[in-house]
């Protein structure tokens, strides 16, 4: 049965890698140095060419709240330089820049940043589209996919945890919940499973988290949509 929820969850696990793979490639563009001219993420996008920042080179450290929003190949005497600003609610990012904490990634432009690709940061809010890669912040969860979204990466579907909520394959499990049900072709064929707050006398899904003062007793093979469930109650 073990082997069971790992072949669930391999599965799942397998289509947030391929996504990640490619951002992954475009983060090794950005470490590469490639590009053919100056320019910035923000600027490209919006017009808004005001001075915030500013340039560093290659390999300096980037300001804890701060993000990177252009790329100068020929800067610094041609070992290339990125323009440096303070971070904020709608702002383009090149490829390999910082994502703030409690910011999401929900747009891409692949051509953006002088080539190498650029990242739109938003704060995090409820029932709000992110691209593949992104963070998911503490107290929310994945409740949708889709494939083709965010410019082709894929798209996640953020929502604030709830009880009796259904969730993709992955998606973080809020601390107080367990997984009650799980639906193989769930969220658009990543496969879903059920969230509830824990209680005393519930059925939880195999490699559920078991929160503290609970323990399992009894297991059921065919419980939780066949991956096998245990019984779960105070300690």
């Known amino acids: 049965m073990d082997t069971t929820l790992a072949y669930f969850r391999t599965k799942a696990a397998a289509a947030r890698g391929r996504i990640a793979a490619a951002v992954g490639a475009i983060a090794l563009i950005t470490a590469a140095l490639t590009g053919t001219a100056a320019g910035t993420a923000t600027a490209a996008a919006t017009g808004d060419w005001r001075p915030s920042g500013r340039w ?3 390999g300096a450290p980037v300001p804890d709240g701060w993000v990177i929003t252009g790329y100068d190949r020929s800067g610094c005497n041609g070992s290339g330089s990125w323009y440096q600003q303070p971070v ?6 090149c490829s ?3 994502i703030v904490a409690g910011y999401v990634i929900t747009r891409y432009d692949r051509g953006g940043c002088t080539g ?3 990242w739109y940061h938003e704060l995090a809010r409820d029932k709000r589209w992110t691209c593949a890669g992104s963070p998911i912040p503490p107290g929310y969860v994945t409740t949708n996919y889709l494939r083709d979204g965010c410019n082709g990466i894929g798209a996640w579907y ?3 945890a709830r009880d009796k909520r259904w969730t993709c394959s992955g998606s973080p499990i809020p601390p107080g919940y367990v997984t009650t049900n799980y639906l193989r ?4 064929g990543v496969g879903a499973w059920y969230h509830e707050l824990v209680r005393h006398g519930i059925w939880t899904c195999a490699g559920s988290p078991i929160p503290p003062g609970y323990r399992s007793t009894t297991y059921m093979s065919t419980g939780c949509g066949g991956v096998g469930a245990w019984y779960t109650v105070r300690a």
Do not use: Y
């Open 158 to 160: 953020h929502e604030l």
């Open 116 to 118: 190498i690709g650029a």
């Open 88 to 93: 904020k609610d709608g702002i383009w990012t």
């Open 96 to 98: 390999g820049s910082p």
């Open 56 to 58: 560093a080179c290659s």
């Open 185 to 188: 072709t769930g969220c658009n």
